[in-house]
DNA sequence: CATGCCATGTAAGGCGTTACATGATTTC
DNA sequence: GAAATCATGTAACGCCTTACATGGCATG
């Protein structure tokens, strides 16, 4: 149930509504969920029963009322807890494109070749609009220095996990070609 | 649905049982599924009722009897046409740890480097594990070189996943480490 | 004598996804 | 006048996972 602390992070670092915590998590990769609501607003009803949250409904005119939520001192404990006695797992990965790799044994390298430079398309494509995402987003206010610290690591992880992958794809593309070359 | 195709793929490249499918997509790390018997041998079901697969029933004493499963040329038909005209997705990760670590804004410097030691030490685990595997994986006889060659591009990949893993975490470490002396 | 491997299959349940529902305001 | 944004929630479905069921043989 880690969506829950995710959450419950999220709402340590600067209280929100549900609504809030979705586009964070529709636009953050990291949190590798969808952000849908079903998962959100279920997991604020459970975190409110654990006593872990506080709701703060505001009415505004002119649009739907809000419920912020803020974390209790229970919450904080809890997250801590949970931040330090969790064993940090093996992160896991899903490339469908290796999938199709181990299935083309008997194609031609040259439908190979086509293949992998799409894929270093996409993921070039990806790398840009994730550095974008960086360069736009600006800390919220009243945001610590180590919590800047921590999302700036968090960004470079993930373009580095792009940029690892496009340098592989770089030396199957070498290797394709001098199949190629050799045929 | 490319669970089935990653198993028309497989059964391609070497005729096989359920049995033999379940054990190499448990312990492969790109087949990203758990390798679980329902999805195994319902997939199984499908791709004969799609005639992309024949069965042989092999009776064997002391031992329950095999079904190996043959692709057909309809079934290498679709294969190829599903690996040239499904364009390539970007890789998805799921990083628990990046969860936590997001969440460790107001933690003490000191906590979250044991934090990001176990890390370490989890990826490096895995490293050797996986590079024990590549070095135990011979190739089966009657494999092509290209077969071989995509087999050690898939390795690279995933060593290459841990490595730059590991570099990243090596970076937050000194980063860590600057914080701790500062204070 | 218990555990594990071979080998096939079924059942139940959890997590996560899309889509639905509502309703006012702003933007094109 | 259509579509997007704000805002909260529900419903249905599908994928995937664990666990169950069977049964003989081999290993410690």
Same mark, same amino acid.
């Not at 949250?53 to 404990?77: F, M």
């Not at 181990?102 to 790398?127: D, I, S």
């Given at each position: 149930?880690?969506?829950?602390?995710?959450?419950?992070?999220?709402?340590?670092?600067?209280?929100?509504?549900?609504?809030?915590?979705?586009?964070?998590?529709?636009?953050?990769? *990291?949190?590798?969920?969808?952000?849908?609501?079903?998962?959100?607003?279920?997991?604020?009803?459970?975190?409110?029963?654990?006593?872990?949250?506080?709701?703060?409904?505001? *009415?505004?005119?002119?649009?739907?009322?809000?419920?912020?939520? *803020?974390?209790?001192?229970?919450?904080?404990?809890?997250?801590?807890?949970?931040?330090?006695?969790?064993?940090?797992?093996?992160?896991?990965?899903?490339?469908?494109?290796?999938?199709?790799?181990?299935?083309?044994?008997?194609?031609?390298?040259?439908?190979?070749?086509?293949?992998?430079?799409?894929?270093? *398309?996409?993921?070039?494509?990806?790398?840009?609009?994730?550095?974008?995402?960086?360069?736009?987003?600006?800390?919220?206010?009243?945001? !610590?220095?180590?919590?800047?610290?921590?999302?700036?690591?968090?960004?470079?992880?993930?373009? !580095?996990?792009?940029?690892?992958?496009?340098?592989?794809?770089?030396?199957?593309?070498?290797?394709?070609?001098?199949?190629?070359?050799?045929?």
């Amino acid at each position: 149930m880690s969506v829950n602390y995710a959450i419950l992070g999220l709402l340590n670092s600067r209280p929100m509504s549900g609504y809030d915590l979705k586009k964070i998590m529709q636009d953050s990769l *990291h949190m590798y969920w969808s952000g849908n609501n079903n998962q959100i607003y279920k997991a604020l009803v459970q975190l409110r029963s654990d006593d872990f949250l506080t709701v703060e409904t505001h *009415h505004q005119d002119g649009a739907p009322s809000k419920k912020i939520y *803020h974390v209790t001192d229970k919450g904080r404990v809890a997250l801590d807890a949970w931040i330090c006695s969790t064993p940090p797992e093996t992160p896991e990965f899903k490339k469908p494109f290796l999938i199709q790799l181990a299935g083309a044994g008997r194609l031609k390298p040259e439908a190979l070749e086509v293949l992998v430079l799409q894929y270093e *398309h996409q993921l070039n494509t990806q790398l840009k609009m994730q550095q974008e995402k960086r360069r736009r987003a600006n800390p919220f206010p009243g945001c !610590t220095d180590q919590e800047k610290w921590i999302e700036d690591m968090i960004f470079d992880n993930i373009l !580095t996990f792009y940029q690892s992958e496009l340098e592989w794809t770089r030396r199957v593309l070498e290797g394709l070609r001098q199949k190629i070359r050799e045929e």
